[in-house]
């Protein structure tokens, strides 16, 4: 058959049949539509899985560190504790690094576990911070309220000058204690709160990941009764002043 004849032929079945271009046309289309969406999904998928994969490192990694300040609280008293102050604003920094690290990352492959991630991360940071500072203090009330113990057993050599160290080393004490106060009052709401925090971000990785509710319940009671001790310490510090 001629070619020319052929494609008049050719032509002249589609003009009889318009509606199986259509339907190929579309076809085609829709082929197009889901190998799209399919690529789409794939990558959603990963950029998802490797989202969850960091964030769960810098979680795991602050954690850990939790774990081992709390210990602090609840195991025998360190013979070193200007050292442990310092080791525990250490740990504070690296757990801030990992805030910085987890706010630079593009959190729309999964809002939730970003958001979860980042109070519990805070959290972690600031009962650490307040820990360290509570520490610092208490040994600062510590040496202070010894100072003006022995200060005043030299009452009988008072003076003008005596008068004047006595009330200088008792306003730093009272000085040291307030900072005291503060810092361990919000190390102690802190602890208070970890549960709810915890809470939400075990949702998203699991709860194996996180400090168990029970260490931070008894690292707050055990703070509560170091808090309670130092007040009385002070207070007798006081009396002592007040007599003399």
């Known amino acids: 058959m001629p070619a020319r004849l052929h494609r008049a032929l050719t032509g002249a079945q ?8 259509t339907r190929s046309t579309a076809l085609g289309l829709a082929a197009l539509v889901i190998a799209s969406a399919l690529g789409y999904w794939g990558v959603s998928a990963y950029r998802k899985s ?44 690296e757990v801030d690094k990992h805030v910085i690290e987890l706010r630079g990352m593009s959190a729309s492959p999964n809002r939730a576990l970003v958001d979860a991630a980042e109070e519990y991360i805070l959290t972690v940071r600031q ?5 360290a500072a509570s520490h610092r203090y208490h040994n600062q009330v510590s040496a202070s309220e010894r100072a003006l113990r022995d200060h005043m057993r030299t009452a009988n050599r008072r003076s003008g000058n005596w008068i004047k160290e006595a ?30 925090t915890r809470k939400k971000l075990a949702l998203q990785v699991g709860a194996g990941l996180l400090v168990e509710e029970a260490v931070a319940a008894n690292a707050r ?13 002070v207070e007798r510090a006081r009396q002592l002043a007040a007599v003399h």
Request: charged letters at 30%.
């Open 14 to 21: 589609a003009a009889m049949h318009p509606g199986s271009a």
């Open 50 to 93: 490797q989202l969850q994969t960091a964030v769960t490192a810098l979680v795991k990694d602050s954690s850990e560190r939790l774990q081992g300040a709390l210990a602090v609280e609840t195991g025998a008293a360190p013979e070193d504790t200007a050292q442990m102050v310092v080791k525990l604003d250490d740990q504070a920094q």
């Open 127 to 131: 009962i650490l911070r307040n820990q």
């Open 167 to 196: 009330v200088r080393v008792k306003d730093r004490m009272e000085k040291e204690y307030f900072d005291y106060r503060i810092s361990v009052d919000a190390f102690g709401r802190l602890l208070e709160s970890y549960p709810a």
């Open 221 to 233: 009671k055990r703070v509560l009764a170091s808090s309670r001790r130092v007040a009385d310490d």
